[in-house]
């Protein structure tokens, strides 16, 4: 009953969701759109905790149940466990478009009606086409009738983890929040509201969106490194790619949005990575559940399902470009800006992150294109072109930041600031070399450029901020500047934690009996020897070992499980954590009775990654919530 009643819910959030968005483009008056968003939130949330519930009372009747839930399951996993295939990630993507939706409405003081109709109508009419896929290709109220199963096929046993309740969520308000710049761009180019305005109501929504894309990511790096077993945190997965491309197309439009709302400039550009941006988003999607692309993220095979998405990315991205064509501003823009202004500094970060984005769809799409040219002969690209083609990029990017606070609108008269900076740059590159000549005893040539981008960044960042202010400036520094320098010393952070560890990563494969004791990167390491644990729904071999580590000794636990009834293996990491770094051990195979495989990797630095990633993530929130008080 209650997953018919779901199902009711749905169907009449898709009826809704039609009739509102047909509405508020035909109907040229007030209408009561936040109402309606409300009565959309309400009904999708409804079927959404319909789901919840039939996970937590185990109701194998209902399919999607079955296939992704067990009896032994614990309670925790069976609430995630909603979101853990690809009909009930739907239900939350929709959730989060509507929530998002309510959201902007709540905040909204547009004076123009016509405004807010347009950016109610396309949000509703996204919403629907997604119910439209979901109820007809995807339903998760569907039955096993009539002789349904007693137990259920369990939840991938790579997804049973504490970061698997939050870091699909998370990465999903990133996703549909860019909803929200690509529906107020098409108002802006169907009404008559002013550059400025819809840039300054575009603006926040876009940092927030940009904010939870950020942790997403973060969260997802994270946990791969842990729960994996490789102890790796990127692995230029397509999905992976497919998440980072609409987060630098996000931060493009993050500062072209500010050239918009200053100076009046840049509106065409700001309109078509607002389009650009919701179009990575779903092409992530498309990605994900289509099957076109291998993938340990991939949720659903069926190409038909595939087709389905590819129409919904079709319609309202080409909608979204023709609209442009016709409709785009035809205000006349002031040029009065030079090459050494802000206005051409952001407008060099633009160009660089969209390039940056393009060349890493290319090289995501390229085994598809080939695949599609030679007949059904296979390619794939890895991390070396990768890497080969991010560098450039980071280093023309950090190098831009660096000096960007500084330029002034228009035209910048005096460079006095460069000495200064540059003094302090070198000031912190030396302070930062000393350190990993203390820590690691050498200093490798190819960490220079990244040391140096982190001491450009943070020197930057310094003295645009904290130089020649009184208490007062100080204070109001605080309300309006915080968020830009939270998000540009978590860059600076992030630069320099990829690159040691890049740099000054350690690794070692052995076999080894109980007893055995080996030296590893001046640590001693004895194996002590494997124990049976069981859990709730796992068995496991739980490898024993014993670190002494400057006089210092812990012991740590790295299994092998086996989940029942699935009979998969995962590896389960035993980690040692510190500021400077990880001692990583992951448990390999059984060789002949009690040997057994290890690999033993230092990871020095690595959690000034996710740190940074986090100093973003806060930067954005900040100055994105900063905004929508504004505004509100």
Known sequence: MIAELGHIFLISSLVLSLAGGISAFFLKKELPIQKFALLMTLLVTGAFFALIYSFVIDDFSVAYVAQNSNIDLPIYYKFAATWG??????????????????????????????????????????????????????????????????????LNPSLQDFAFTVHPPLLYLGYSGLLLPFAISIAAMLSSVPNRDWASASRPWTLLAGSFLTVGIGLGSWWAYYELGWGGWWFWDP???????????????????????????????????????????????????????????????????????????????????????????????????????????????????????????????????YEAYTGGKQISVGAPYFEFIIFPFSLMLGLLQGIALYLSWGSTKSFNFLGKLIIESLSIFLLTLILLFVLFEDLIPASFITIFIFAWLIGGSIFFNFSFRSLKKYLDFINRRMGVLLSHVGMAILVLGVGVVSSYSNEKELILDPGDKIKFHNKDIEFLGVRDVKGPNYISKAAEIRVIDDNRSFELQTEKRTYFPSGQVTTEAGIETGIFGDFYVSMGDNFNGDSWSFKLQSKPFIRWIWFGALLITLGTFVSSINMVRRLS
């Open 85 to 154: 295939a690809h009909e009930g990630s739907l239900i939350l993507w929709i959730l989060s478009m509507n929530l998002w939706l309510l959201a902007f409405l709540s905040f909204n003081k547009s004076r123009s009606i016509n405004f807010s109709n347009i950016v109610f109508g396309v949000c509703s009419l996204v919403i629907f086409s997604f119910l439209l896929f979901t109820i007809f290709t995807s339903n998760p109220f569907e039955r096993i009738l009539p002789v349904p199963p007693l137990n259920g096929a369990d």
């Open 239 to 369: 999905v992976e790619n497919a998440a980072f491309i609409p987060w630098l197309l996000t931060v493009a439009l993050v500062h072209s949005l500010i050239v918009t709302e200053n100076r009046n400039l840049f509106i065409n550009w700001s309109l078509l990575l607002s389009i650009f941006a919701f179009a990575a988003s779903l092409l992530g999607t498309f990605l994900v559940r289509s099957g076109i692309l291998t993938s340990v993220h991939a949720f659903a095979l069926d190409p038909e399902r595939g087709l389905f998405l590819l129409g919904i990315f079709s319609f309202f991205v080409l909608g979204g470009l023709i609209i442009f064509a016709f409709k785009n501003s035809t205000e006349n823009q002031s040029s009065d800006y030079s090459i050494n202004s802000k206005e051409f500094g952001l407008l060099l970060n633009n160009l660089l992150l969209v390039v940056l984005a393009v060349s890493i769809l290319f090289g995501t799409l390229y085994p598809l294109i």
